[in-house]
């Protein structure tokens, strides 16, 4: 099973500051997504194919890695981008999610 | 847009069973395969279970193999999770997905299994 490692676990930011958050994998992955989940909220897609923004998702998120390194990065950071980012990937039928970094307000 | 809504949950006893349903509000359900992903309380997110289009493939979580049951019934737009032998350890919020290659969207609101005795 291929683990998802996902750093920092929090990271304290201020509007309109840029978030970076990292995703490692255990061994190289094809593609990779990541999602954003607000409290109370089912998760919603916000990156796939490792770089490719879904749908209505503004400009300032960015995806970018491959093999075993992934960075998500979101600039100048907005009040409704506060919530927890989960990355993830299937390979041979199995999915798995990192453990989520949570992006908070300082 | 494509909506998915959740049914099912509730409190079950350990050892009990439930059932939960997901239903597509698209035409495209058959076309596509999906998933269950829970969430325990605080926690992050789990993949659970999977089933092709055709509902003739399913993997599943080693947490729940042989205790837990995909299905699908498309002519219904319909997803299904049969959920026995339930531990304190399944409490969780259950989101069903489709699944788009390799990713989850979109996701049904969740719906939450309490074990409890």
């Known amino acids: 099973e291929i683990v998802l490692t996902q750093s920092p676990a929090t990271l304290s930011l201020s509007p309109g500051e840029t978030a970076t958050l990292s995703c490692r994998a255990s061994?190289?992955?094809?593609?990779l997504a990541w999602y954003q989940q607000k409290p109370g909220q089912a998760p919603r897609l916000v990156i796939d194919?490792?770089?490719k923004r879904a749908t209505g998702i503004p400009a300032r998120f960015r995806g970018s890695g491959s093999g075993t390194d992934f960075t998500l990065t979101i600039t100048s950071l907005e009040p409704e981008d506060f919530a927890v980012y989960y990355c993830?990937?299937?390979?041979?039928?199995?999915?798995?999610f990192g453990p989520g970094t949570s992006v908070d307000i300082k | 847009e494509v909506q998915l809504v959740q049914s099912g949950g509730g409190l079950v006893q350990p050892g009990g069973s439930l059932r939960l349903s997901c239903v597509d509000s698209?035409?495209?359900?058959?076309?596509?395969?999906m998933s269950w992903v829970r969430q325990a309380p605080g926690k992050g997110l789990e993949w659970i279970a999977y089933i092709n289009s055709g509902g003739t493939t399913e993997y599943y979580a080693d947490s729940v193999k042989g205790r837990f049951s995909i299905s699908r019934d498309n002519a219904k737009n319909s997803l299904y999770l049969e959920l026995n032998s339930l531990r304190a350890e399944d409490t969780a919020v259950y989101f069903c997905?489709?699944?788009?290659?390799?990713?989850?969207?979109?996701w049904g609101q969740g719906t939450l299994v309490t074990v409890s005795s």
């Open positions: 698209s035409i495209a359900f058959s076309s596509y395969a």
């Open positions: 061994q190289s992955v094809t593609y």
């Open positions: 997905a489709r699944v788009v290659v390799r990713w989850f969207d979109p």
């Open positions: 993830q990937q299937r390979t041979n039928g199995l999915f798995t």
């Open positions: 194919g490792a770089s």
